[in-house]
């Protein structure tokens, strides 16, 4: 057709010169009958788009500069073709975090598609079902188990892409950032709790993103690589595994499952008195105890708690933002 062989000479003048700015945008202005609705979809006219955009990234025009009619009908390609291609390739600290994304949702998977002997937890208005089992490696295992009225695109965006804005529903929770971004389902993100009965404590997590046709899985684990210092009165924690299924309700799909499986370790510790006669050396009547000496039991009914509170406050978050 006579508008693509237009547009073919158009890339082939570029390659004969070295066109300034004014020049490309005069030969953009020539093809942009594709600006025209009723003429998007002729044969050949992406194809034809997608050269001049190569010759605008080869001259080293931006983005913004591109006319919108190219942009529209380029979507995507004209994003990809807007960017050199050695920026997007993720580097070897990024590569670490995706790759220790995707070995937690495989360990999470396991323990999701093998049974296990889960015994009920006793939490009190939890609002979800609580159970936990003990595996190897890491230990105790939560899971809590509900159904929520959202569907799943609506709970992902509260539980990945928003995760910086929980404090705000979540009172257990005073600040949650997002330290960096390795891949487009792969989060670094730092949390530090509010007070709490086993004190203050802040977590440095990878975070990942998973989704297939049945489900999304969130996953999350203790970072291994650079990680920032603990904030003045935290104690670092660590989470082993956290992962997060989301699927729709059989027959409902404006409803979500949600299957939450937890293992932590809270590093608790404690001060406790001593009788005045105790050697000591600056602090006579205190004496600090390493982890291990409050019962495992205190600890495990600690983690139950959270995921109930957890629920109830993403309920009611969701409750009071349902209509907005």
């Known amino acids: 057709m006579p508008a693509i062989k237009a547009k073919g000479d158009a890339v082939r003048a570029c390659r004969l ?5 004014d020049m490309l945008q005069a030969i953009i202005k020539l093809c942009c009958g594709i600006a025209h609705d009723h003429l998007r979809k002729l044969p050949g006219l992406k194809t034809a788009a997608t050269a001049v955009m190569q010759e605008l990234t080869g001259s080293h025009c931006l983005h913004s500069e591109v006319p919108p009619c190219i942009q529209r009908l380029m979507g995507k390609d004209a994003a990809r073709c807007a960017e050199p291609t050695a920026d997007t390739q993720p580097s070897s600290t990024d590569l670490s975090y995706i790759h220790q994304g995707e070995k937690a949702l495989q360990r999470a998977l396991g323990i999701l598609q093998q049974p296990h002997c889960w015994q009920p937890e006793a939490v009190p208005n939890a609002g979800a079902a609580m159970s936990s089992t003990a595996l190897p490696g890491l230990g105790r295992v939560f899971r809590a188990e509900a159904v929520l009225a959202v569907p ?3 709970l992902q965006g509260e539980l990945f892409e928003r995760l910086e804005e929980m404090p705000r529903w979540n009172p257990s929770l005073s600040r949650v950032e997002v330290l960096c ?7 670094v993100t730092h949390e530090v709790t509010a007070a709490s009965p086993v004190g203050r404590r802040d977590f440095v997590s990878t975070r990942h993103r998973s989704r297939t046709r049945a489900a999304i899985y969130l996953v999350g684990t203790t970072a291994h690589l650079e990680r920032p210092p603990a904030p003045q009165g935290c104690v670092r924690a660590e989470t082993r595994l956290s992962c997060i299924v989301l699927q729709p309700l059989p027959g409902n799909p404006s409803c979500t499952r949600v299957t939450w499986l937890l293992s932590m370790d809270l590093k608790v510790s404690c001060t406790v008195a001593v009788p005045p006669c105790w050697p000591s050396t600056r602090h006579p009547s205190r004496v ?3 982890q291990g000496w409050i019962p495992t039991s205190v600890t495990n009914r600690v983690l139950p708690q959270c995921q109930a509170k957890f629920i109830g406050h993403l309920r009611q978050h969701l409750s009071s933002t349902a209509c907005l």
């Open 17 to 21: 010169a070295a066109p300034t700015r």
């Open 152 to 154: 799943v695109g609506r």
């Open 181 to 187: 971004r390795p891949g487009e389902d792969t989060l």
């Open 288 to 290: 600090s105890l390493p």
